[in-house]
């Protein structure tokens, strides 16, 4: 079975990461969704709460599967013996960082490879930028699932 790994923080997931794994799945039989738990990196959502919003936007799909990690992505992926690392480009200013992202893992694991989609629809969608719309009361429908749209209004109530 052809398996792919989409990591990622999704605080929250977006729209983007959304399409990104449905164009996934075009290629890979399965991908694993797997939502870093960094308990030194500060994120809005708890990381159940993350991965709960990610179940919810793919209800019934059982070629999905959502897990979490900690440490090296790299370590993750051989302990789950998956060689290919899914990732998405939005503008160019993701292309340095990713590129050295992947470089990075190809150093420390040459068995590793890194896939890139482009995410055209959503190219201006982010988290961050999401949450800071929400915080401060914009607009953020259709950027994010209705569900993460609802949680985020929720955290932002006053
Ligand atoms: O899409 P994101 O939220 O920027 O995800 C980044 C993520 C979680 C994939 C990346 O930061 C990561 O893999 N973190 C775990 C530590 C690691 O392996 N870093 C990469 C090479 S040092």
Redesign the pocket.
């Known amino acids: 079975m052809t398996v792919a790994i989409y990591?990622?923080?999704f605080d929250p997931i977006t729209n983007g990461h959304v399409a990104i794994i449905r164009s996934g799945l075009v290629a890979f039989e399965k991908i694993v969704v797997a939502g870093?738990n960094n308990p030194n990196k500060t994120s809005l959502f708890s990381v159940d709460e993350r991965l709960e919003m990610i179940r919810e936007a793919f209800p019934g799909d059982d070629r999905l599967e959502v897990d979490q990690f900690e440490g090296?992505?790299?370590h993750y992926c051989q302990a789950r013996g998956v060689r290919v690392v899914l990732r998405g480009l939005r503008a160019v200013a993701d292309f340095e960082q990713e590129i050295q992202?992947a470089n990075?893992?190809r150093h420390m694991s040459r068995d590793i490879e890194t896939f890139f989609v482009m995410a055209a629809d959503y190219f201006f969608v982010s988290s961050s930028h999401v949450k800071e719309a929400a915080s401060l009361g914009g607009r953020i429908e259709g950027t994010v699932p209705d569900g993460v749209a609802a949680r985020l209004r929720a955290k932002f109530a006053t």
């Open positions: 990591a990622g923080s870093l090296l992505l790299v992202m990075m893992n």
